[in-house]
């Protein structure tokens, strides 16, 4: 490859053009899932007859907004669900999973997390361990986790979990990886997982975070028998066009209930003003498909380079993907730091700024974090974060485009050869 803006070392292009050779199978792969995808929301926009009208602003209270209550059809029948809740309003995907859960669970009720503990911050929405405000467990739901089994759903001790406490009301799933090594959830997995809570407790509902998962396949969990399931428009959901938001979407039923956790009860979907933003949510959902794409091509790259340095990376450059992340095992602090700060290099927005290790509430270890993103924090534009720990993995994701996304890597390595870390 040329790189004639850039400084980048001929080994290192030479690197990359040997890596970029065996990436062929894994990027038509990607190709034809986005194609697929593409052409399911491009079909979508046809057959709810999108126009220039529903990208018309309301205000106040935000009653007939035709444009949001399209949105959301539309958005259902993208997502193989009855119905669905799109909101700008819905400040992250967090709030979104916590409108889910508060929006179906009752006093006495019980939370089941099937596929170990959830991400980080879902934990002050359960109330796990310290007291907080507000949480599941101050309104007197209880808490539950089956721990995944050699990394795989364990789907005997979901059963037995279920048959031990009827109780039980809502099974969480989380698809994506987090921030941790264990493989993502394929929507098939998904789908076990499913039938295997329907054998003990047809009546549960199964509630799915699909956080960096969507268009990644092409189905999605509530397509294979998920009640519920929420995500981020900061992330896969919102293109990289999105400027906030998040989604609930799911069994018809469930999501009305959700709506009055949303608004208010009695009001639920029917206020809510959209302010100007439909436009682009419309045009987020529009691009997702193929900035998904994007970002896996992204990761495939990285894979492959890395591994070609010897770094272990999972998943591997050739793996079937669930998810947008990429996690690269760099084996200790100097190396991690420098990916970072040179993955920051490669930013379209704060290139010059150089991302430092800093105590992160909530969190025990350090992080650092590269991100240069149009809309702060979109972790569906290029960005890294990781904890100073062990094993020093860098949890990558995004790009809004492979080019910039390659180059953005290249970076990265560039810095630890800088460094003295890297050798070619
Ligand atoms: C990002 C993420 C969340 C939370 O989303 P925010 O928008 O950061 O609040 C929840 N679950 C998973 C798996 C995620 O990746």
């Known amino acids: 490859m040329n790189t004639p803006f850039f400084d980048i070392p001929s080994?290192?292009?030479?690197?990359?053009?040997?890596?970029?050779?065996?990436?062929?199978?894994?990027?038509?792969?990607?190709?034809?899932?986005?194609?697929?995808?593409?052409?399911?929301?491009?079909?979508?926009?046809?057959?709810?007859?999108?126009?220039?009208?529903?990208?018309?602003?309301?205000?106040?209270?935000g009653y007939g907004d035709r444009g949001r209550d399209t949105l959301d059809e539309l958005f259902a029948k993208v997502m193989g669900a009855e119905d669905a809740l799109v909101r700008h309003s819905v400040v992250s995907g967090t709030h979104a999973i916590t409108v889910a859960l508060f929006g179906v669970l009752r006093p006495g009720d019980v939370l089941l997390a099937a596929t170990g503990t959830p991400y980080d911050t879902l934990l002050g929405v359960i109330g796990v361990g310290a007291p907080s405000d507000g949480s599941l467990a101050d309104y007197g739901i209880g808490y539950a986790e089956v721990p995944l089994k050699n990394d795989l759903p364990d789907l005997d001790g979901i059963r037995e979990a279920l048959r031990m406490d009827p109780?039980?009301?809502?099974?969480?799933?989380?698809?994506?990886?987090?921030?941790?090594?264990r493989p993502s959830l394929s929507v098939a997995q998904i789908g076990e997982i499913v039938s295997?809570?329907?054998?003990?407790?047809?009546?549960?509902?199964?509630?799915?975070?699909?956080?960096y998962g969507e268009f990644v396949e092409k189905t999605e969990p509530t397509a294979v028998g998920a009640?519920?399931?929420?995500?981020?428009?900061?992330?896969?959901?919102?293109?990289?066009?999105a400027e906030n938001g998040g989604y609930i979407c799911g069994r018809r039923d469930l999501v009305e209930q959700c709506s009055?956790?949303?608004?208010?009860?009695?009001?639920?979907?029917?206020?809510?003003?959209?302010?100007?933003?439909?436009?682009?949510?419309?045009?987020?959902?529009?691009?997702?498909?193929?900035?998904?794409?994007?970002?896996?091509?992204?990761?495939?790259?990285?894979?492959a380079l890395f591994s070609s340095f010897g770094y272990e990376v999972t998943p591997t450059a050739d793996e079937v993907r669930a998810d947008i992340i990429q996690a690269v095992k760099l084996g200790d602090a100097p190396s991690l730091i420098a990916f970072c700060q040179g993955m920051q290099q490669g930013a379209p927005v704060d290139s010059f700024v150089v991302p430092e290790p800093w105590d992160m509430p909530g969190y025990d270890d350090q992080v650092i974090m590269a991100a240069g993103a149009f809309t702060a924090g979109a972790s569906i534009e290029l960005s890294a974060d990781a904890p100073l720990r062990e094993p020093f993995a860098a949890y990558m994701q995004g790009g809004l485009n492979f080019h910039s996304g390659k180059l953005g890597v290249l970076l990265a390595a560039r810095s630890m050869m800088e460094k003295g870390i890297l050798k070619l």
Do not use: W
């Not at 949510?281 to 193929?290: D, K």
């Open 196 to 211: 295997a809570v329907r054998e003990v407790r047809p009546d549960a509902i199964v509630f799915v975070d699909n956080c």
């Open 227 to 241: 009640d519920l399931m929420a995500g981020s428009l900061i992330k896969n959901a919102g293109g990289g066009i």
């Open 260 to 303: 009055y956790r949303m608004t208010t009860p009695g009001l639920g979907r029917e206020v809510g003003a959209s302010l100007g933003h439909n436009r682009s949510l419309y045009m987020g959902l529009f691009h997702a498909p193929h900035v998904v794409g994007e970002a896996l091509k992204t990761a495939v790259y990285a894979a």
């Open 167 to 181: 109780r039980v009301k809502v099974v969480h799933i989380q698809r994506s990886r987090g921030y941790s090594l």
């Open 11 to 61: 080994s290192l292009c030479a690197a990359s053009d040997a890596v970029m050779a065996g990436t062929k199978d894994a990027f038509a792969r990607i190709d034809e899932i986005t194609e697929y995808n593409q052409q399911k929301v491009l079909s979508a926009f046809i057959e709810f007859h999108v126009s220039e009208t529903h990208f018309v602003p309301t205000t106040g209270y």
